[in-house]
């Protein structure tokens, strides 16, 4: 079946005229030197001393800047990896299921994007995560605010929260200008807006948290609280706690890839801040756009057909 994407697209569409007019487009920023009111280089006379040529400059500083002199983060981007089934360190599993679906949901091995290996969690809280991954598929429909005690949020349909839409298997959308940049990922249409004008703390706790940002050199830093408690990190049941703290670092490494690094702490949860790191890669297809996955029709049948509220609906047009 063919997603619709109109509701999605028609956001983005006034989002990027919104936008345009402070964004300096990539393959239009000005070159370093150029567009500065450089004097032109003249040849040396003959005999004079020729001085030794200087280094080329790092390679963020080789790509596209905005009006204002800061990497062009604007496009759509996307991680390539397995941590959104595991990220730490992991075998190959086989899925929930596995016997009437064979390979189908089977799980990639993956090399881990943790830092030093292992998350480390305090002894309650490593037993928490056990705890999840044994009922990562269990749903529990009730308005008691224990329901989000059990089951992978992903399961269910709730937003990724922060770090983890930044790794899953889907792609996301960077527009950016002086004083905000906005964050439109394809997993359930989840944003966030990164104030770097004026920081203020979180108004309430939410899935995605709070975001205020920095610039340090090319080097584009987020800090993000005011989570709700209820995010995981993966499928493997790791998890943050509403005291969570995560500082994220996104740096370019040329035109087509950035580095993305996040420190978390956790006092609730983990001994010490850890880290985890890994590349983010410029999607370059010349039609490449963000699609629509809205997936609440996806989990109606699952959550309401225990309470006898779900009716399916009509597909005899598929």
Request: hydrophobic share 40%; proline share 8%.
């Amino acid at each position: 079946m063919r997603i619709g994407w109109t509701g999605l697209s028609a956001f983005l569409a006034t989002m990027a005229i919104v936008w345009a007019a402070t964004i300096t487009s990539e393959g239009q920023a000005p070159a370093a030197g150029r567009a500065q009111g450089a004097a032109p280089q003249t040849a040396a006379p003959a005999g004079a001393r020729q001085t030794p040529a200087q280094p080329r400059p790092a390679a963020a500083a080789q790509g596209a800047r905005t009006e204002d002199g800061k990497p062009n983060l604007n496009g759509i981007w996307q991680a390539i990896n397995t941590a959104n089934w595991d990220i730490e360190a992991h075998h190959a599993e086989a899925g929930p299921h596995n016997d009437i679906m064979g390979a189908w949901g089977s799980e990639p091995a993956g090399m881990g994007i943790v830092e030093g290996g292992a998350i480390p969690y305090k002894p309650e809280a490593l037993k928490k995560k056990q705890d999840n991954f044994k009922n990562r598929m269990l749903v529990k429909i009730t308005n008691d605010p224990h329901r989000f005690d059990t089951g992978d949020p992903e399961l269910e349909c709730f937003r990724p929260g922060v770090p983890r839409a930044n790794y899953m298997p889907f792609p996301f959308q960077i527009f950016q200008n002086k004083d905000q940049i906005l964050m439109v990922y394809e997993y359930k249409g989840a944003m966030r807006t990164v104030f770097m004008d004026k920081h203020q703390d979180a108004p309430v706790d939410s899935w995605m948290g709070w975001s205020n940002g920095r610039w340090e050199g090319d080097t584009l830093v987020i800090d993000v609280t005011g989570f709700n408690g209820h995010q995981w990190l993966d499928r493997a049941g790791n998890f943050l706690s509403d005291t969570a703290h995560v500082v994220e670092r996104w740096t370019p490494r040329g035109r087509a890839h950035m580095m993305y690094e996040a420190t978390i702490e956790d006092p609730a949860t983990f001994t010490r801040p850890w880290k985890i790191s890994f590349p983010v890669y410029r999607r370059l297809e010349p039609n490449i756009q963000l699609l629509e996955f809205n997936c609440v029709p996806f989990v109606e049948e699952m959550i309401y057909t225990p309470l006898g509220l779900y009716n399916p609906p009509n597909r005899s047009s598929r």
